[in-house]
Nanobody, 124 residues
Framework: QVQLVESGGGLVQAGGSLRLSCAASDRTFSNYHMGWFRQAPGKELEFVAAITWKGSTTYYSDSVKGRFTISRGNVANTMYLQMNSLKPEDTAVYYC?????????????????WGQGTQVTVSS
């Protein structure tokens, strides 16, 4: 059982930056593919970014491509999401997730473990 804990959320003005972290409890963290999802009030869970277990391949939704960067530090059992040029529409609860077999990397139902979420609010 992998436990995931997100941190780094907060309130930022449009155009600003935040870096989210996702710390994993399990030393087998490096064996899992990882992803970030977000959910805005009244909306469905949305894929944001994902990274393979080696960190060799990354995936981004069109809405964040060029602004967000996903990375991981397998020694530290931590994944990151650097968010730049934030927009009010990026406001949401951000969740990190882990899975061992993820064919598409973008479907939330393919991930096995989830964190509790961290709130990101971007003011205009």
């Amino acid at each position: 059982q992998v436990q995931l804990v997100e941190s780094g959320g907060g309130l930022v003005q449009a155009g600003g930056s935040l870096r989210l972290s996702c710390a994993a409890s399990d030393r087998t963290f490096s064996n899992y593919h990882m992803g970030w999802f977000r959910q805005a009030p009244g909306k469905e869970l949305e894929f944001v970014a994902a990274i393979t277990w080696k960190g060799s391949t990354t995936y981004y939704s069109d809405s964040v491509k060029g602004r967000f960067t996903i990375s991981r530090g397998n020694v530290a059992n931590t994944m990151y999401l650097q968010m730049n040029s934030l927009k009010p529409e990026d406001t949401a609860v951000y969740y990190c997730a882990a899975g061992s077999v993820i064919p598409t990397m973008t479907r939330h139902d393919e991930y096995d473990y989830w964190g509790q979420g961290t709130q990101v609010t971007v003011s205009s």
